[in-house]
């Protein structure tokens, strides 16, 4: 899988499409009894154990995901020092998260690792300027993402917030009610730009709902496209 990346100048370590890769929380049933379904939670120590084994596998940058809210379960801090004492090449981690949470991570973490944002970007420019090394949005609106922060570096805040706020409306509209709207969204998003063919999602993802289609196909709601 690809992704978009927003690195800004806050970052000393910027993952790199061909040398760094992401592991997020496992999120299955194993035979050990690591489980988030029904939201059951890890041990601490297989947890540690699951992302030591992943990064120590490659040879390359490893970021971690934290994604409470997704996926039913946090890494945390203390956890993500534990695996980094292990695995030299964990020093990046991803959080779908606000501005108040990165800046703690920010805080206990220091400059030997960087913090980037998610949650579709949202939190743009408030991570940019609580010092987020940067962040991963969807692909479908990464070029006005792009514009946002390139104004907000060369020192116009007041541009930056106003083309953020042009663009804000259709990114809290994607990422509503769960992670398959928002890529239902992004991908409809991507056939009108003329990026895709398809809109479609793999199984088993959710249907997308027809009012969410519409208004996001509505030609009264230009915001939205």
């Avoid at 120590?45 to 490659?58: I, M, R």
């Avoid at 959080?95 to 206990?108: H, K, M, R």
Wanted: a negative charge; one cysteine or more.
């Amino acid at each position: 899988n690809k992704m978009a990346a927003i690195t800004t100048k806050n970052s000393r370590i910027a993952p790199h499409p061909t040398t760094a890769t992401m592991t997020q929380m496992p999120v299955v049933d194993f035979a050990g009894g690591w489980t988030v379904e029904g939201g059951a939670v890890i041990g601490g120590g297989a947890l540690v154990d699951y992302f030591v084994s992943v990064a120590t596998g490659v040879l390359i940058q490893e970021m971690i995901q934290d994604a409470p809210a997704y996926l039913g379960q946090t890494v945390g801090v203390d956890a993500f020092r534990r695996i980094a004492e292990r695995a030299p090449n964990v020093r990046l981690v991803k959080l779908e998260a606000g501005p108040a949470e990165l800046s703690t991570w920010i805080e206990a973490l220091g400059d030997e690792f960087a913090v980037w944002g998610g949650d579709a970007a949202m939190y743009l420019l408030d991570s940019v300027r609580i010092g987020a090394a940067g962040l991963i949005p969807g692909v479908d609106l990464v070029d006005f993402l792009v514009d946002v922060y390139e104004a907000e570096a060369a020192g116009d805040g007041s541009r930056a917030d106003e083309l953020f706020r042009r663009i804000l409306p259709v990114i809290l509209f994607e990422i509503q009610h769960s992670l398959d709207h928002f890529n239902h969204c992004a991908k409809l998003v991507l056939q009108r730009r003329g990026v895709l063919t398809s809109p479609g999602l793999r199984p088993p993802s959710d249907r997308f709902p027809a009012a969410s289609r519409r208004l996001l196909e509505d030609p009264a709601a230009p915001q939205r496209a």
